[in-house]
């Protein structure tokens, strides 16, 4: 048991370090993208090719920093989800 514990916690410490450098390769990225681009709805798989890592990760950094999850409904198709980054205040 002993040595499951001390597994766990070598996981949590280097997802702990992973994820600060996961949120500096984002905002590096998103900050290199033209003004106008940065305002519109993201897909996942936009941000997983330009971070080279899976959703599952990417997901609780953009939810972390303000962004909201949204879905397009239809009634004749899949519905398609995408990201919105945070509103800047006023």
Known sequence: MSAYIKQLNRMLETASVTQPQ???????????????????????????RALGTQGKYISQMLLELGWQRRRRWSSQRQYHRFWVPPQPDL
């Open 22 to 48: 996961l949120q500096q390769r984002f905002q590096a990225w998103y900050n290199s993208l033209p003004e106008i681009t940065r305002t519109r709805p993201f897909s996942m798989i936009e941000f997983e």
